[in-house]
């Protein structure tokens, strides 16, 4: 799952996404460090990293909102030709 964040992580930033970004930093660098340590110590930060993980889960569902419900809108999400108008290719 820490692998899986620090992908999305690296997207986001070639993206230009940057507050999305931050937000999973914020989560990747307590779970990247909590690999790191022995069993007991996992188990004593495993409550709060597993909260800082409901936190992202929650303000990337937000942000999902944000995005859908600007134009072109939900049901063109998963569509295949684009609706809005790029300007740099007419």
Same mark, same amino acid.
């Given at each position: !799952? ?13 993206c230009g996404m940057y507050s999305a970004a931050l937000i &999973?930093?914020?989560?990747?660098? %307590? ?6 340590? &022995? !069993? ?6 495993? !409550? ?5 993980s409901s936190l992202n889960l929650v303000w990337q569902v ?8 600007? %134009?072109?809108? %939900? ?8 609706? !809005?108008? &790029?300007?740099?290719?007419?």
């Open positions: !799952v820490v692998y899986g964040l620090a992908v999305i992580f690296a997207v986001e930033v070639l &999973d930093l914020a989560t990747l660098l %307590p779970a990247s460090i909590l690999l790191k340590q &022995d !069993v007991g110590q996992l188990v004593r930060n495993l !409550v709060p990293v597993s909260m800082l937000v942000m999902l909102l944000g995005l859908l419900s600007k %134009p072109p809108g %939900p049901g063109n999400f998963f569509k295949l030709e684009c609706k !809005v108008a &790029d300007p740099e290719h007419p």
